[in-house]
Each structure stands twice: as C-alpha cells, then as structure tokens.
C-alpha cells in the first residue's frame, strides 16, 4: 500500500509522517483490497485540518478532522475512517447472506 503525505502550511517531521503510516496501516485488515491512502494537512490560524482518503479495489473513503493539535485530528480521522470501513463490510456481508437466503428459501421447480 502506498501511503502519500502532504502539508500545507505545515511542516511535517520525519517521526509525524512514520505516525500517520502506522495509523493507516492498522485500517489495512479491515480493508484488505487496498490499494493506496493519501493524507493532507493544513494548517490556519488556530486550526489544523487532517483529511484522509483510503482508496480500495471497489471503493473510496474520505474523512476530514479539524482540532487545534495535529495528531488528535489525525485520530479523528481514522476513527471515522474505520467507522466507515467496517459500515461498508457489513452491508457487503449482510447482503451476500440475503442473496443466499433467497436462494435457499426459493421452491425446488422454480428457476431463477
């Protein structure tokens, strides 16, 4: 997975950048047709913006965070991104088990 990092207005240390990797990566098993994330930063005034984007095979998830400090925005964002992702898996998962509910409750001459 390719994790792209970017600042604007913000300088973004070496050991922040190794953070936001580490946090995106725990998103990886829940998700495992990754293929790439990308993280934006800025900063204004008194705020700090984080906005993370994890692209799949089939799908895309955006979260945008704003709190005075950089890495609480951080971990709102994954929080909400994980949210998402797990959302996403369960409809996926509920749906494949009424597809086959449907197939199994259908009478033996009937055909589909």
Do not use: N, W, Y
């Not at 070496?14 to 800025?42: H, Y």
Request: one cysteine or more; charged letters at 30%.
């Amino acid at each position: 997975m390719q994790v792209i990092i970017s600042g604007r207005g913000v300088v973004l240390t070496k050991g922040f950048k190794d953070v936001v990797t580490g946090k995106v990566a725990k998103l990886a098993p829940l998700l495992p047709v990754l293929i790439g994330a990308r993280a934006t930063f800025t900063a204004e005034k008194f705020r700090r913006t984080a906005r993370l984007t994890l692209t799949g095979k089939r799908c895309a998830f955006s979260s945008t965070a704003t709190a005075g400090d950089l890495t609480a925005a951080v971990d709102e964002a994954v929080a909400s991104l994980a949210h998402q992702v797990r959302r996403a898996k369960d409809r996926r998962r509920l749906a494949r088990r009424r597809r086959t509910r449907a197939v199994l409750r259908r009478p033996a001459g009937e055909v589909a």
